[in-house]
């Protein structure tokens, strides 16, 4: 049982280049996040998803697009890479949104630096 | 607005006891949770609280008064392992989750 799984650990971009961060997640939860963490700020959410085919926006989705055509599976796309957007970034899954029900497991967590 | 505050560090040694406090303000309420997370790794579910009191699971219980905003997380027989930063979290009326920027935990022998 993997969990969820992020790829890649670490990247570093140009200012406008575009790249894919990749997350799956192998316990059949409905909902997916992804989040960012920054040095000294709580993590902030930039999109999720309840089901495959639904997405909604966070607290913070500019420059950022996402896609879930099934339930494993969550990527989140950048588009014309900026520096404010060098972070570390969190792919998250829970069973449901209530409550008790929303314990988060998080991946493993990709670092991305733009140049 | 909404907003969760923590100390942003403290210092503890081995085998000692810690309180880490969050307070809160956040549009509803629907439960309180504290994640652990290592230098570099992810965060980790340690608790979850969403009646007043005290919820122990071994050596972390985790405290809540509702009508104060008020958590804190308690660490006992602390060990070198616990040096992490404490994530507090609240899920406000909307089932969204409000993160507080953590509390770095440093455990010194």
């Known amino acids: 049982n993997a969990g969820v799984t992020q790829t890649p650990k670490f990247r570093i971009l140009k200012i406008g280049q575009s790249m894919t961060l990749q997350c799956t997640q192998d316990?059949?939860?409905?909902?997916m996040y992804w989040y960012r963490q920054d040095p000294g700020m709580g993590l902030k959410l930039i999109y999720y998803?309840?089901?495959?085919?639904?997405?909604d926006k966070g607290e913070v989705p500019n420059g950022y697009n996402v896609s879930r055509s099934t339930t494993e599976d969550f990527p989140l796309r950048l588009e014309l890479a900026a520096p404010s957007q060098t972070s570390v970034y969190f792919c998250?899954?829970?069973?449901?949104?209530?409550?008790?029900?929303?314990?988060?497991?998080f991946g493993a967590g990709s670092r991305l630096t733009v140049l | 607005g909404q907003n969760i505050d923590q100390p942003t560090e403290m210092t503890a040694t081995e085998g000692a006891i810690v309180q880490i406090n969050c307070t809160y303000q956040?549009?509803?309420?629907?439960?309180l949770f504290w994640y652990q997370q290592h230098a570099g790794e992810a965060p980790t579910f340690l608790s979850y609280?969403?009646l007043d009191g005290l919820e122990e699971k071994g050596r972390f219980s985790s405290f809540l008064s509702r009508s104060k905003g008020y958590s804190y997380l308690l660490l006992k027989e602390l060990q070198m392992k616990d040096s992490a930063s404490y994530l507090c979290?609240?899920?406000?009326?909307?089932?969204?989750?409000?993160w507080g920027a953590g509390t770095k935990l440093i455990i010194k022998p």
């Open positions: 998250a899954s829970s069973q449901g949104a209530d409550s008790g029900a929303n314990v988060l497991t």
């Open positions: 316990m059949n939860h409905n909902y």
């Open positions: 998803s309840v089901g495959a085919g639904i997405t």
């Open positions: 956040t549009s509803g309420f629907n439960g």
């Open positions: 609280n969403v």
């Open positions: 979290a609240v899920m406000d009326s909307n089932y969204q989750l409000i």
